[in-house]
Protein backbone atom coordinates (compact mmCIF):
# COMPACT_ATOMS: atom_id res chain seq x y z
CA UNK A 1 0.00 0.00 0.00
CA UNK A 2 1.10 3.18 -0.91
CA UNK A 3 1.29 6.19 1.59
CA UNK A 4 -0.38 9.79 1.04
CA UNK A 5 2.13 12.20 1.83
CA UNK A 6 0.57 14.27 5.30
CA UNK A 7 -0.73 17.59 3.99
CA UNK A 8 -1.50 16.10 0.23
CA UNK A 9 -4.92 17.18 0.08
CA UNK A 10 -4.09 20.98 1.02
CA UNK A 11 -1.66 20.78 -1.96
CA UNK A 12 -4.48 19.66 -4.29
CA UNK A 13 -6.56 22.64 -2.85
CA UNK A 14 -4.02 25.63 -3.17
CA UNK A 15 -3.09 24.23 -6.73
CA UNK A 16 -6.93 24.20 -8.12
CA UNK A 17 -7.26 28.05 -6.11
CA UNK A 18 -3.99 29.25 -8.14
CA UNK A 19 -5.25 27.50 -11.52
CA UNK A 20 -8.53 29.80 -10.66
CA UNK A 21 -6.18 32.77 -9.99
CA UNK A 22 -4.62 32.04 -13.53
CA UNK A 23 -7.54 32.89 -15.51
CA UNK A 24 -8.81 35.76 -17.39
CA UNK A 25 -10.97 37.54 -15.71
CA UNK A 26 -14.77 37.54 -17.64
CA UNK A 27 -17.21 40.68 -18.32
CA UNK A 28 -21.23 39.99 -17.98
CA UNK A 29 -22.18 41.52 -21.47
CA UNK A 30 -26.23 40.69 -20.40
CA UNK A 31 -26.26 43.44 -17.77
CA UNK A 32 -24.51 46.04 -20.09
CA UNK A 33 -26.78 45.40 -22.54
CA UNK A 34 -29.76 45.75 -20.58
CA UNK A 35 -28.38 48.95 -19.23
CA UNK A 36 -27.80 50.55 -22.90
CA UNK A 37 -31.27 49.02 -24.18
CA UNK A 38 -32.86 51.02 -21.19
CA UNK A 39 -31.20 53.88 -22.21
CA UNK A 40 -31.58 53.68 -26.04
CA UNK A 41 -35.45 53.65 -25.21
CA UNK A 42 -35.33 56.42 -22.56
CA UNK A 43 -33.67 58.67 -25.21
CA UNK A 44 -35.78 57.45 -28.10
CA UNK A 45 -39.01 58.46 -25.79
CA UNK A 46 -37.80 62.05 -24.53
CA UNK A 47 -36.37 63.07 -27.99
CA UNK A 48 -38.63 65.67 -29.60
CA UNK A 49 -37.35 65.49 -33.39
CA UNK A 50 -37.22 69.00 -33.77
CA UNK A 51 -40.57 69.60 -33.33
CA UNK A 52 -41.32 72.33 -30.31
CA UNK A 53 -44.14 70.82 -28.09
CA UNK A 54 -47.34 72.06 -26.56
CA UNK A 55 -46.28 72.28 -23.13
CA UNK A 56 -48.94 69.77 -20.75
CA UNK A 57 -51.80 70.72 -23.28
CA UNK A 58 -52.22 74.34 -22.84
CA UNK A 59 -52.29 74.62 -26.12
CA UNK A 60 -54.56 72.95 -28.81
CA UNK A 61 -52.94 73.08 -32.20
CA UNK A 62 -55.03 73.39 -35.41
CA UNK A 63 -54.61 71.25 -38.34
CA UNK A 64 -52.35 71.12 -41.54
CA UNK A 65 -51.41 68.77 -44.43
CA UNK A 66 -47.97 70.65 -44.70
CA UNK A 67 -44.93 68.19 -45.54
CA UNK A 68 -41.94 70.04 -44.21
CA UNK A 69 -40.89 70.42 -40.70
CA UNK A 70 -39.95 73.42 -38.56
CA UNK A 71 -36.53 74.63 -38.08
CA UNK A 72 -35.11 75.09 -34.48
CA UNK A 73 -36.35 78.61 -33.80
CA UNK A 74 -37.09 80.67 -30.86
CA UNK A 75 -41.09 80.09 -29.68
CA UNK A 76 -43.63 82.42 -28.94
CA UNK A 77 -46.46 80.05 -27.29
CA UNK A 78 -49.94 81.79 -26.69
CA UNK A 79 -52.21 79.74 -24.43
CA UNK A 80 -55.80 80.76 -23.31
CA UNK A 81 -54.29 82.83 -20.41
CA UNK A 82 -50.62 83.66 -20.88
CA UNK A 83 -48.09 84.49 -23.65
CA UNK A 84 -44.53 82.57 -23.34
CA UNK A 85 -41.52 83.03 -24.74
CA UNK A 86 -39.56 79.94 -24.79
CA UNK A 87 -41.78 78.90 -22.34
CA UNK A 88 -40.74 81.55 -19.62
CA UNK A 89 -44.39 83.20 -18.90
CA UNK A 90 -44.60 87.06 -20.43
CA UNK A 91 -47.71 88.41 -20.38
CA UNK A 92 -51.21 87.42 -19.58
CA UNK A 93 -53.13 87.60 -22.42
CA UNK A 94 -55.73 89.57 -20.86
CA UNK A 95 -53.40 92.37 -20.24
CA UNK A 96 -52.01 92.09 -24.32
CA UNK A 97 -55.63 92.46 -25.43
CA UNK A 98 -56.88 95.71 -23.23
CA UNK A 99 -53.35 97.04 -23.98
CA UNK A 100 -52.92 99.92 -26.19
CA UNK A 101 -53.27 99.29 -30.11
CA UNK A 102 -49.62 98.14 -31.88
CA UNK A 103 -47.40 95.83 -29.95
CA UNK A 104 -47.15 94.12 -26.91
CA UNK A 105 -44.28 95.83 -24.66
CA UNK A 106 -43.38 93.17 -22.25
CA UNK A 107 -43.39 90.38 -25.47
CA UNK A 108 -41.38 92.66 -27.51
CA UNK A 109 -38.36 92.93 -24.80
CA UNK A 110 -39.08 89.33 -24.42
CA UNK A 111 -38.16 88.63 -28.16
CA UNK A 112 -34.86 91.33 -28.32
CA UNK A 113 -33.25 89.43 -25.42
CA UNK A 114 -33.45 86.05 -27.83
CA UNK A 115 -30.78 87.47 -30.03
CA UNK A 116 -27.36 89.27 -29.94
CA UNK A 117 -27.96 93.09 -31.76
CA UNK A 118 -25.70 92.74 -34.41
CA UNK A 119 -25.69 88.44 -35.04
CA UNK A 120 -27.58 88.65 -38.37
CA UNK A 121 -29.71 91.11 -40.30
CA UNK A 122 -33.74 91.16 -39.62
CA UNK A 123 -34.86 89.34 -42.33
CA UNK A 124 -33.02 86.09 -41.24
CA UNK A 125 -34.20 86.24 -38.10
CA UNK A 126 -37.29 83.49 -37.60
CA UNK A 127 -39.82 82.94 -35.05
CA UNK A 128 -42.52 80.12 -34.38
CA UNK A 129 -45.91 80.82 -32.59
CA UNK A 130 -48.05 78.25 -31.35
CA UNK A 131 -51.23 80.00 -30.42
CA UNK A 132 -54.61 77.83 -29.35
CA UNK A 133 -57.04 77.48 -32.09
CA UNK A 134 -59.62 79.11 -29.35
CA UNK A 135 -57.78 82.31 -29.41
CA UNK A 136 -59.13 85.67 -31.21
CA UNK A 137 -57.47 86.37 -34.54
CA UNK A 138 -56.73 89.87 -32.68
CA UNK A 139 -54.37 88.48 -30.49
CA UNK A 140 -52.67 86.80 -33.25
CA UNK A 141 -52.25 89.76 -35.39
CA UNK A 142 -50.95 91.61 -32.81
CA UNK A 143 -48.58 89.06 -31.42
CA UNK A 144 -47.31 88.72 -35.37
CA UNK A 145 -47.18 92.50 -35.62
CA UNK A 146 -44.58 92.88 -32.07
CA UNK A 147 -42.29 90.06 -33.40
CA UNK A 148 -42.08 91.57 -36.88
CA UNK A 149 -41.07 94.94 -34.76
CA UNK A 150 -38.94 93.00 -32.72
CA UNK A 151 -36.70 92.30 -34.98
CA UNK A 152 -38.18 88.72 -36.91
CA UNK A 153 -38.55 88.83 -40.31
CA UNK A 154 -39.60 85.11 -40.83
CA UNK A 155 -42.64 84.37 -38.98
CA UNK A 156 -44.08 80.63 -38.84
CA UNK A 157 -47.54 79.44 -37.37
CA UNK A 158 -47.00 76.15 -35.36
CA UNK A 159 -50.42 73.31 -36.55
CA UNK A 160 -50.50 69.69 -36.15
CA UNK A 161 -49.62 67.71 -39.40
CA UNK A 162 -53.09 65.84 -40.60
CA UNK A 163 -52.65 62.98 -42.77
CA UNK A 164 -52.93 64.29 -46.66
CA UNK A 165 -55.75 62.04 -47.56
CA UNK A 166 -58.19 63.10 -44.47
CA UNK A 167 -60.89 65.89 -44.99
Same mark, same amino acid.
Given at each position: ????????????????????? #????? %? /????????????????????????????? &?????????????? #??? *??????????????????????????????????????? !???? *???? !??????????????????? %? /?????????? &?? &???? %???????? &???
Amino acid at each position: MTRIPRGAAQFKWRRQRQAKA #RRWPT %L /NLVALMDVFTILVFFFLVHSVGGVPEAHD &GLVSLPESVADRQP #RDT *PVVMITRETILVQGEPVVAVDTAMHASRGEIKPLWAALQ !AQFA *PDVT !ADADREVTIMGDKSIPFVL %L /NRVMLTCKRA &GY &GSIS %LSVLQRPS &GAG
